[in-house]
């Protein structure tokens, strides 16, 4: 006889688990409660949820279960980012990553195992593609994170206590900038950012969930109108030419029509601009000549700019812009009207910066050979 799959809760958003209960002869209200306990109470057994029947409880582990993705490593930073890295399977891990401040605290959640995108300065696009992550993969990260900062709260190891940081907010904000691109992965993705946004889960606003695409235009459209949370564009070249270059998604998707996506993407956004991130790479794309160009195909659109100074990871051939350089470039920008923030580096002596999460990947793409062949700087 055919064994059927027993199903992971962790991964279910409100209506799946509701058509679920609807399946098993169970009122449909209870996917709330049932969400409640598990992602805002962090359960992971269903023996204390005092408002499910016996009954209920008894069906509920016949065909399913609630499990986190196992635990890998865990690194502290000194600034106290921490880095958390989980297995996924035998030969595979990825990596998510907690970034705390006093106004805001950050987890950054990885969506592939790898990345296939290949640009040519990010150490998990040099690591090649695996997979996808499943959706309770996704949200099991934030489930684990809230988990684990609440123990180490309990022990004031942030020196909150004084903040009045409790179980809801000690994650304020979720960004998809961990490994993979997430708008390649968006079936995965919609129920996770739905389970983010629900307020018996985690509850966050719009605003403060951030999806980061290296512009995968048809699913920008397509998020406008599904689930139009902040959105944040890797750009990190004024023009094709180079861009083609760092990041060759570009030869499919190129820069105006990108521009032309988020254009209505603005008109949806919980926020009324798109954040570009542009990665300052030593000669490479930092002189003023590509300031003045930024300045040209951003001018007409409500944007921010998020300058990220590069962070180097092993093997990269690329070395960050010098510190006057990147002062020059943010000036020429700002003085013509663009709102312009440089990212401050985080746990990078733990390789949590952005770009530098590598995980553990088997590739199935050969992207690694691949690039070693197209070297051209
Ligand atoms: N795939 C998505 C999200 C993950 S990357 C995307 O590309 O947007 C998160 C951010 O880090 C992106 O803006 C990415 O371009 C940037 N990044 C990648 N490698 C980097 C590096 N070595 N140094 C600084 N930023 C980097
Ligand atoms: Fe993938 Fe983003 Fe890295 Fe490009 S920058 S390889 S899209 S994770």
Same mark, same amino acid.
């Given at each position: ?13 409100? =209506? ?44 509920? *582990? ?5 499990? &986190?993705?196992? =635990?890998?490593?865990?690194?502290? &930073? ?14 595979? %891990?990825?990596? *998510?990553? +907690?970034?705390?401040?006093? *106004?805001?605290? $950050?987890?950054?959640?990885? #969506? ?11 150490? $998990? ?8 992550? #499943? ?9 684990? %994170?809230?988990?684990?900062? @609440?123990?180490?709260?309990? @022990? ?15 994650? $304020? ?9 997430? !708008?390649?992965?968006? /079936?995965? !993705?919609?129920? %996770? ?5 629900? /307020? ?12 980061? $695409? ?11 109108? /599904?689930?139009?949370? &902040?959105?944040?564009? #890797?750009?990190? %070249? ?26 209505? +993407?603005?008109?949806? #956004? ?50 960050? &812009? ?15 009207? !663009? ?25 199935? *793409? ?12």
């Amino acid at each position: 006889m055919e064994q059927k799959e027993n199903i992971n809760l962790l991964g279910l958003n409100k =209506l799946s688990l509701a058509r679920l209960l609807k399946n098993i002869g169970e009122k449909e209200f209870r996917s709330d409660q049932l969400i409640k306990w598990i992602h805002k109470h962090n359960y992971d057994s269903f023996e204390k949820m005092s408002n499910i029947s016996l009954n209920l409880k008894k069906k509920l *582990t016949e065909i399913s279960h609630i499990k &986190s993705i196992p =635990l890998k490593d865990e690194y502290i &930073s000194k600034d106290k980012t921490i880095k958390w890295i989980f297995n996924i399977d035998k030969n595979n %891990a990825i990596e *998510t990553v +907690y970034i705390p401040t006093k *106004t805001r605290r $950050t987890l950054c959640i990885s #969506s592939q195992v790898g990345c296939a995108v290949n640009c040519s300065f990010c150490s $998990t696009g040099k690591q090649g593609f695996n997979r996808n992550l #499943s959706t309770h993969e996704i949200i099991g990260q934030l489930w684990f %994170a809230k988990k684990a900062i @609440n123990n180490l709260q309990n @022990n004031d190891f942030f020196g909150f206590k004084s903040l009045n940081i409790n179980n809801n907010n000690i994650i $304020t904000n979720v960004v998809m900038m961990g490994m993979g691109e997430p !708008l390649l992965n968006y /079936d995965q !993705l919609l129920p %996770a950012l739905n389970l983010m946004l629900d /307020d018996n889960a985690y509850g966050l606003s719009r605003r403060k969930i951030t999806v980061s $695409t290296s512009g995968i235009i048809p699913m920008i459209y397509k998020l406008a109108k /599904d689930c139009p949370v &902040s959105l944040a564009i #890797s750009l990190h %070249a004024p023009n094709n030419n180079l861009r083609d270059i760092l990041m060759p998604i570009n030869i499919k998707y190129p820069i105006e029509e990108l521009l032309n996506a988020c254009e209505t +993407y603005v008109r949806y #956004s919980p926020k009324n601009f798109i954040t570009f991130e542009y990665c300052m790479i030593k000669n490479v794309n930092d002189s003023k000549m590509h300031a003045y160009e930024l300045i040209n195909i951003l001018k007409n659109l409500n944007c921010k700019i998020n300058i990220i100074p590069f962070n180097s990871f092993p093997n990269s051939k690329f070395e960050c &812009s010098d510190e006057n350089t990147i002062s020059d470039f943010v000036n020429i920008l700002s003085q013509a009207g !663009l709102i312009t923030t440089i990212r401050k580096t985080r746990g990078d002596d733990i390789y949590a910066a952005c770009g530098q999460l590598a995980g553990n990947v088997q590739d199935k *793409t050969k992207i690694t050979f691949i690039n070693k062949s197209k070297e051209f700087l």
